[in-house]
T-cell receptor, first 109, second 116 residues
Framework: GQNIDQPTEMTATEGAIVQINCTYQ??????LFWYQQHAGEAPTFLSY??LDGLEEKGRFSSFLSRSKGYSYLLLKELQMKDSASYLC??????????WGAGTKLIIKP | GAGVSQSPSNKVTEKGKDVELRCDPI?????LYWYRQSLGQGLEFLIY????????KSGLPSDRFSAERTGGSVSTLTIQRTQQEDSAVYLC??????????????FGSGTQLSVL
């Protein structure tokens, strides 16, 4: 079956760096997405990776290794507003999005 | 509108009743998805509409669930004879198209359904 694994919860300190990992096993691969979801709000798009390597976008970076079925989202200079759930999703060979359960990130002052 | 709009934002119903959830996608978006999100679970795909093509209903959990999309725009998800296990947040998302290298979904804020 298809599977996306990410940690359930992580805690980090304001101003620090945190890395949220995502491993996947899917039928084919057409890209990996990261979304941010604040409590009670809609998920919003953060990043998309389809080739191996690091994509940097401001304080957020996303990395992909297709051979390892692995991605991470790196958040730098953490701010309190970064407290949210981070959802990893993989597009399979049928262009279906397979979603992880999300990682709840708690930022402490 | 500027974003995906869903109504109602909250719905409390009694077991056995029917409910209708509405989604108004971003104007011009041809693809529309319905997902279900339960606490601590990933997004569960329910149904997908793309233009005038027949919808992909492969994610609907039972025949109590149905959805339609009128005029390629507004969509309604109907749950008949609701059960307590139907309680969840129902999210709608739209995008410009499905296939392609970069399908960014725009989500609504969801409908929190509580079945008592």
């Amino acid at each position: 079956g298809q599977n996306i694994d990410q940690p359930t919860e992580m805690t980090a300190t304001e101003g620090a760096i945190v890395q949220i990992n995502c491993t996947y096993q899917t039928s084919g691969f057409n890209g990996l997405f990261w979304y941010q979801q604040h409590a009670g709000e809609a998920p919003t798009f953060l990043s998309y990776n389809v080739l191996d390597g690091l994509e940097e976008k401001g304080r957020f970076s996303s990395f992909l290794s297709r051979s390892k079925g692995y991605s991470y989202l790196l958040l730098k200079e953490l701010q309190m507003k970064d407290s949210a759930s981070y959802l990893c999703a993989v597009m399979d060979s049928n262009y279906q999005l397979i979603w992880g359960a999300g990682t709840k990130l708690i930022i402490k002052p | 509108g500027a974003g995906v709009s869903q109504s109602p934002s909250n719905k409390v119903t009694e077991k056995g009743k029917d409910v209708e959830l509405r989604c108004d996608p971003i104007s011009g978006h041809t693809a529309l998805y319905w997902y279900r999100q339960s606490l601590g679970q990933g997004l569960e795909f329910l149904i997908y509409f793309q233009g005038n093509s027949a919808p992909d209903k492969s994610g609907l959990p039972s025949d109590r669930f149905s959805a339609e999309r009128t005029g390629g725009s507004v969509s309604t998800l109907t749950i008949q004879r609701t059960q307590q296990e139907d309680s969840a947040v129902y999210l709608c998302a739209s995008s410009f198209r499905r296939q392609g290298a970069r399908e960014k979904l725009f989500f609504g804020s969801g409908t929190q359904l509580s079945v008592l």
